[in-house]
Structure formats: structure tokens, C-alpha cells
């Protein structure tokens, strides 16, 4: 059974050399990239069509595709499905951006 739980994140918009950066909150342990992350802040940017997601010594990276939305969203949020008792993340929504990013 899929589950899809979606769930409001930090957001710094930063923008450099071709890249973007933000923050995002994990409330529970996700999965991306086959890498398990623990719940927390990380930092994560995005480089061309990869995702890379920072804390501390812990990261992960993921190929992504970028969509844009008709509209901007009011708040970043991750959307993640819980498959076999793993929550794997499937997107993110940018807030203050009309960007959503979404894991390949």
C-alpha cells in the first residue's frame, strides 16, 4: 500500500553560479538516492538536473527533474511516498519559487 505524506520545510532562497540553494526540515527519516537520512535541516541545492542534500557529514544526491508551476507556492514542502515502511522522497515544492523539484 502507498502512503504520500506531505509536510511543510524551512526555506532560504539562495541563488549562485547557476545553482540553487535552500533549506529544507525532514520531520522523519527519508530515503534519497538509496541514501537513508535522518530527520533534520539540510541544506540542499540544486545543480542542473542533480539534487544534493547536505547536513553535517551526511548527504545524498539524486538525479531530479525541474517543473515549473503556474504559480508560486506559499511554503517549501517535501512529498515522499512510504513504500514497505521506508518513506522515499518523490518532490519538492519550493516556496516563495514557482519551482518543484522532482526525484527521478
Not at 530515503?31 to 537520512?37: A, C, D, E, R
Not at 557529514?57 to 539524486?62: D, G, M
Amino acid at each position: 500500500m502507498k502512503k504520500t505524506a506531505v509536510f511543510f520545510a524551512l526555506l532560504t532562497g539562495t541563488v549562485f553560479a547557476g545553482s540553487k540553494s535552500f533549506t529544507i526540515s525532514l520531520p522523519e527519516t527519508v530515503n534519497i538516492g538509496g541514501t537513508t537520512l535522518k530527520a533534520g535541516d539540510y541544506k540542499a541545492e540544486l545543480q542542473d538536473q542533480k539534487l544534493i542534500i547536505k547536513h553535517g557529514h551526511e548527504s545524498a544526491e539524486t538525479a531530479v527533474k525541474v517543473e515549473t508551476a503556474d504559480k508560486k507556492y506559499g511554503n517549501t514542502s517535501v512529498s515522499y511516498a512510504n513504500e514497505n515502511g521506508t518513506n522515499k522522497m518523490e518532490s519538492i515544492q519550493v516556496g516563495g519559487t514557482n519551482m518543484k523539484v522532482v526525484v527521478e
